[in-house]
C-alpha cells in the first residue's frame, strides 16, 4: 500500500513539474487535485441531484437562467475576441503554431485567456445542475455529463501545458459556438413567445459538428506534419473529437431525423 502511495505521489510531483510555470500560480492549474475533485463533485451531483428532487417541484429559475446565458455570451464574446486579436497580432499561423513560453506581452496576453476558456469550462457545469434544479432530467443524457465532465480535464491540460500555440484554434472556433448557442438557450429562457424565433436550433447541432470536424482536420493535420507542437496533445484532441462527432451525430439523428421519419 505504502508502495502504491510513492507511486501516486511521484506521478503527481512529475504532473506538477513539468508544468508551464507562467499559469502555475493561477487559479485550479498548478495540481490536477482540485479539478479531480471537482469532477467528483459533479458526478455526485448528477447522481444524488435527481434522486433528492424527485419529490420536490421544480425550482423557478427563469431570471437566472436569463442572466447566466447572456452573462456566458459575454464572457464567450471576451474570449473570442481575445483569442482572435492575440493570435492576429502574433501571427500566429493556422497549419502549425508552437507555443509561445516567454512571459512577453502576447504571449501572457494568449496563455490569460486559454485560462479563462478553462475557467469557463468549470462555470459551464451550472448548466447541469440547472436542469437538475428544474427537473429536466431528459436533458441529462450521457452525451451532456460526457461533454461538460471531460472538457474541464481537456482544458485544465491545455491551461497546465500548452497555453497558446495551436490551442488557440479550438478556444476561438469553440467561444464563436458558444456565443451562438448561450444566445439561444438566453432568448429560449425569456419565455414560450420566444420560440417563433428560435427555429434556427437544428442548425446550432450542425454548427456543433462542423467544429468538431474543424478541430479532427486540424489537429490530424499537425499528426503527420513536422511542428513543434506536443502529438500527445493533438492524439488526445483528435480522439476527443471522434467521440463527440459520434455522440452528437447520434444526437443529431434521434432530435431530427428519426423524429421526421416517426411523423
Known amino acids: 500500500m505504502a508502495s502504491a502511495w510513492q507511486t501516486v505521489l511521484s506521478v503527481h510531483q512529475r504532473i506538477v ?4 510555470k507562467r499559469t502555475d500560480p493561477w487559479l485550479l492549474v498548478y495540481s490536477p487535485v482540485p479539478v479531480s475533485i471537482i469532477f467528483l463533485l459533479y458526478l455526485v451531483a448528477v447522481w444524488l441531484g435527481p434522486r433528492l428532487m424527485k419529490n420536490r417541484q421544480p425550482v423557478d ?3 437566472v437562467l436569463i442572466v447566466y446565458n447572456f452573462a456566458m455570451v459575454g464572457l464567450s464574446a471576451y474570449m473570442f475576441y481575445e483569442f482572435l486579436v492575440t493570435s492576429w497580432l502574433s501571427n500566429y499561423s493556422l497549419l502549425c503554431q508552437p507555443v509561445d513560453y516567454s512571459t512577453s506581452p502576447l504571449a501572457m496576453r494568449m496563455a490569460r485567456v486559454c485560462w479563462w476558456f478553462f475557467f469557463s469550462k468549470v462555470i459551464e457545469l451550472s448548466d447541469t445542475f440547472f436542469f437538475i434544479l428544474r427537473k429536466k432530467n431528459s436533458q441529462v443524457t450521457f452525451l451532456h455529463v460526457y461533454h461538460h465532465a471531460t472538457m474541464i480535464f481537456n482544458w485544465w491540460a491545455g491551461a497546465k501545458y500548452v497555453a ?7 478556444g476561438l472556433v469553440n467561444t464563436f459556438v458558444h456565443i451562438v448557442m448561450y444566445s439561444y438557450y438566453g432568448l429560449a429562457a425569456i419565455g414560450p413567445h420566444m420560440q417563433k424565433y428560435l427555429w434556427w436550433k437544428r442548425y446550432l447541432t450542425s454548427l456543433q459538428l462542423v467544429q468538431f470536424l ?5 489537429t490530424g493535420y499537425n499528426l503527420f506534419t513536422e511542428c513543434d507542437y506536443p502529438d500527445s496533445m493533438n492524439m488526445v484532441v483528435f480522439g476527443y473529437c471522434i467521440s463527440l462527432i459520434i455522440l452528437f451525430s447520434n444526437f443529431y439523428y434521434q432530435s431530427y431525423l428519426n423524429k421526421k421519419k416517426q411523423k
Do not use: T
Not at 513539474?17 to 508551464?20: R, S, T
Open 214 to 218: 474543424l478541430f479532427l482536420l486540424h
Open 17 to 20: 513539474d513539468n508544468g508551464d
Open 61 to 63: 429559475l427563469r431570471l
Open 164 to 170: 497558446g500555440g495551436q490551442s488557440f484554434f479550438i
